[in-house]
């Protein structure tokens, strides 16, 4: 069941603080008063009895004003003073954070440049999804090898607003061809935005198109999973003229896959907005296209009620409904959550997933997760349109591996903080994520000694993976990240 279509309305972030006002209207109130009685007004008439017997004379009059300018000026030069020496506390716009603690809003991604572009599509004035779709279809170019328009996505959007929590599933896994996988990357994020999103569609598209036809440099996520495995498949796409693969620092460009964008921004509906990918893929495979069946879908999250809230995840096809199971359990047991690293199973090649998150300051979160299965998934690149295709196929497992949560207060309690959690590239991803959640909640010093541990014992989730965390506290946007380095937050 779907929602009602809808613009999100969030509430108004102040740009300044109020006190400044008021004291501003006080000095110009004091200035008013002193002015009044330094210059007379030549319209009001004079009272010449104040120079008779019994009045003040002029004189007198001259130095009360004169000492009271002065009295102001002192008190003018003490908070002055005060202000360049320290004592008096910073202006609201001057004080300082810590990194990934922002006012209004912040973006975290592995790749920096996603980061930055979602930034900029909230200081443009787009919310949370905007911002979030637009560094998802980043990804889709800079990092071919964990996501894609070729990929399968799922998301959970939690609105501060209105209290409510909406999740983005896939519907069920469908196939091209013998081991491809059907994309459904364009409808799903054109569907997530045309619900919720608040800049215009194509607005989302112009920076990914760019990247796609102007080129983009090959970070060290990258250029590693191209280091990993044979550049069958990826040239020239990924390949110097040798047919080495590309390193850290080299430009790539994808004028295909720039072309498949910029069609898609005028798509007027979702389901046309992944149409034309796929004809234009069923043409290089020689196939008449793959027939109509379910599609991408927004519906109520799945939620548990929590003492400290309700926490909301996605239903299934994902981990949601066995993340949920495995929180009631551990919750009901009061015991410490087993190390899930310990049930990894050593697989020999790294699934391809890339996940990203989003927050404002106010509690509105994005949590998108996606997969291609594999590292670079099937290898299989499309001539006509530059897309890897996934190998998700009816038969793989990897709905299993996403269960993005938040956890916040209930419809009738918005200013309640909240606090969002994804892990990617993990195949005990519920077991991580319930982890994770119960060590948020048992406290700082769990916390704390949490993270001593993490970086020194795990340079990754169990070895493969990455956990993003998201939290809006005390009017400002907290995201942050472990293994810390792994990835790029920016925010204003």
Known sequence: MEPTAGPVLYRQLQLWDPSLESGQEEEEEEEEETSELV????????????DEAGGLPGAWARLVAALLLLAVGFSL??????????SAAPPPSGHSHHPGVYHHGGVVSPAATCSHLGRELLVAGGNVVDAGVGAALCLAVVHPHATGLGATFWGLFHNSTSGSSTALTPGPARTLAPGLG?????????LLHAHFGRLPWPRLLVGP???????FLVDTALAGALAARSTEGLCPLLCHADGTPLGPGARATNPKLAAVLRGAAVAPTPDLAGDALLSL?????????????????????????MPQGILSTTPSPSAGPELLARVEAALRSGGPSPDPCL???????????????????????????????????????????????????????SGGWACPLVLHGG???????????????????????????????AGPQAQAQQQQQGPTQSPSICGQGILLQVAAHAEHAHVSSVPSGCCTFQGF
Do not use: K, M, Y
């Open 281 to 305: 893929l069923a043409r290089d495979l020689g196939l008449r296209g793959p027939s109509p069946g379910p599609g991408p879908t927004l519906e109520p999250a799945l939620q548990l009620p």
């Open 343 to 397: 049930l990894v199973p050593r697989a020999p090649v790294t699934p391809g997933s890339g996940v990203l998150a989003t927050i404002d300051s106010s509690g509105s979160v994005l949590l998108l997760t996606s997969s291609l299965n594999s590292s670079f998934g099937s290898g299989h690149l499309s001539p006509s349109t530059g897309v890897l295709l996934s190998d998700l196929v009816a038969e793989s497992a």
């Open 411 to 441: 419809s009738d309690d918005t200013e309640a903080d909240v606090l969002g959690l994804v892990v990617s590239g993990n195949p005990v991803v519920a077991r991580v994520t319930t982890r994770a959640l119960l060590s948020r909640l």
């Open 182 to 190: 059907l994309p459904s990357a364009l409808p799903a994020l054109r």
């Open 39 to 50: 210059v007379p007004d030549p319209r009001r008439p004079q009272d010449s009895s104040r």
């Open 77 to 86: 030069a003490v908070r002055q003073l005060h202000a360049s020496s320290g």
């Open 209 to 215: 198109a760019s990247l796609a036809q102007d080129g």
